[in-house]
């Protein structure tokens, strides 16, 4: 059902977004006369690599940079693909790779080969399923560029900040996930983009209805600011990308 239901959506979706994507893939092919996608190696379910299509949202050759990691200061970002990443446009393209069964509609974010290494054999849990276009974390840490603006190294601070709550978030919805919870965060993704507040509040209490840990309702509100923490299934905060902290 799962299946069916992602790539029914998915394809009227295209055709729906069309109408906004066709003149934004114009203006990003016009500032440069380069390609405006991106096609961004990820790793898939059984960590399996697989090219994610996004819309280009920062210059050419901005990966060679070796930072994965986007503050939302960036200088790498273009004036219109600031456009694309506030309103989460580059995502949209991502129905595609749900069309060709790479991705699902909900599920974890696929994440950089990099970033996958450094996995404790707890995160390892999310790339046993297939990655996804919006979960929980996708709506907790929306602002992920806000957190990580002005950090002198935003590949630490989102190993430190970022990455222990959106596992946390990830291997709850794996141990939880069904078809209306998946109903539920795609309605939610949606009310993020007017009230993002409001999407929080009902995630709290979606969590507390499943019986989430404090830990991880108090993460999700958003209400206190994020501290260095060691990721699931480590006992150390990551201090450097050279190898596995456990």
């Known amino acids: 059902m799962k299946r069916i ?17 066709i003149p934004v893939i114009f203006l990003v092919w016009i500032q440069d006369w380069h390609s405006p996608f991106y096609i961004a190696p990820r790793v898939g379910k059984n960590e399996m690599i697989f090219k994610m299509l996004k819309l280009r949202s920062m210059i050419i050759n901005a990966d060679k940079t070796g930072v994965d990691s986007t503050s939302s200061s960036d200088k790498r970002i273009t004036k219109i693909g600031a456009f694309i990443r506030r309103y989460k446009l580059d995502e949209l393209t991502q129905l595609w790779n749900v069309l060709l069964g790479d991705m699902s509609l909900v ?16 995160e390892k849990k999310l790339l046993k399923v297939q990655p996804g276009i919006t979960d929980f974390a996708s709506i907790v840490f929306s602002d992920e560029g806000d957190i990580l603006k002005d950090q002198i190294d935003p590949d630490i601070a989102y190993n430190q900040l970022i990455r222990p709550g959106k596992s946390l978030l990830g291997i709850f919805y794996i141990e939880k ?4 919870l998946d109903f539920k965060l795609i309605l939610l993704t949606i009310i993020s983009l007017v009230s993002k507040k409001r999407a929080l509040t009902l995630i ?14 108090e993460i999700a509100s958003r209400n206190v600011d994020l501290v260095p923490m060691p990721p699931p299934g480590a006992k150390n905060i990551v201090y450097n990308r050279e190898g596995k902290i456990e």
């Open 177 to 180: 996930q069904s078809f209306f």
């Open 204 to 217: 709290c209490s979606i969590l507390k209805k499943l019986n989430a840990s404090p830990l991880l309702i």
């Open 5 to 21: 239901f992602d790539f029914t959506f998915a394809f009227f979706g295209l055709i729906l977004a069309s109408p906004i994507l």
């Open 107 to 122: 599920g974890p974010r696929p994440n950089v080969k990099r970033e996958t290494d450094l996995y404790t054999q707890e």
